[in-house]
């Protein structure tokens, strides 16, 4: 008796917290989109990070 | 035992879930061909653009386009130029958007994509260049 209910309770747990899991992934996820649109608009509009390397990633060379 | 078989089944089950879940947080996919294409055409339409963006032509819109906010500014045998240029943008953004949905498996996301793009378009905006307000108007950054 006991272990059918301890069985019914473990397996209602686990499709709860993996519902849980399911219902998250639906959210929109805010800042991983903030973050690949920020990837994608330095590409576009060629903004180069950390400053002054004006051609390709050339680290600051002399001259 | 058979309890313990259930026990260990559904932790085997919710480890899997929670770094399943984990990992579609961590970073969206934006790594397909058809990105890489939006991008490119996007990144060398940006040299054509770059003036009418200085000039104040052309604006940032709140909802992740660009638009012709005033036609004065371009000279008359380029203002041709300018609408299609506009069109052109706004078509491909439209398809970037779409495809960054589509490319996680949510197509219903765009809009939210869309959303976010609007306000970093705006954010990394050079100074000087014209992006709409949440009510529409033209404010100079």
Redesign the interface.
């Known amino acids: 008796m006991y272990?059918k209910t301890?069985?019914f309770l473990?397996?209602l747990?686990?499709a709860l917290?993996?519902g849980g899991?399911?219902t998250?992934?639906i959210y929109?996820?805010?800042a991983?989109?903030?973050?690949?649109?920020?990837?994608?608009?330095?590409?576009?509009?060629?903004?180069k990070k950390g400053g002054d390397a004006k051609n390709g990633d050339k680290p600051a060379a002399a001259q | 035992m058979?309890?313990t078989v259930?026990?260990r089944m559904?932790l085997v089950?919710?480890t899997l879930?929670?770094t399943?879940?984990a990992l579609?947080?961590?970073?969206?996919e934006?790594n397909t061909p058809a990105?890489a294409s939006l991008?490119a055409s996007?990144?060398s339409r940006?040299a054509q653009l770059a003036g009418f963006y200085a000039s104040g032509a052309v604006g940032l819109t709140r909802d992740g386009n660009i638009a012709l906010r005033d036609a004065n500014a371009v000279p008359l045998a380029q203002r041709q130029q300018v609408n299609s240029l506009v069109a052109a943008e706004n078509q491909d953004r439209a398809a970037?958007y779409r495809e960054?949905a589509r490319a996680n498996g949510k197509p219903e996301?765009e809009n939210?994509?869309r959303a976010?793009?609007a306000?970093?378009?705006i954010e990394?905006a050079q100074p000087g260049w014209y992006y709409q307000n949440s009510s529409g108007s033209w404010v100079r950054k």
Not at chain 2, 24 to 28: E, G, Y
């Open positions: 272990r301890a069985i473990a397996a747990t686990g917290t993996l899991c399911v998250i992934n929109f996820p805010a991983a989109a903030e973050k690949a649109a920020d990837k994608i608009i330095d590409e576009v509009w060629q903004i | 058979r309890a259930w026990l559904v089950a919710l879930g929670f399943g879940g579609a947080q961590a970073n969206l934006i990105i991008k996007m990144q940006h970037l960054i996301w939210d994509i976010t793009f306000q970093r378009w990394k």
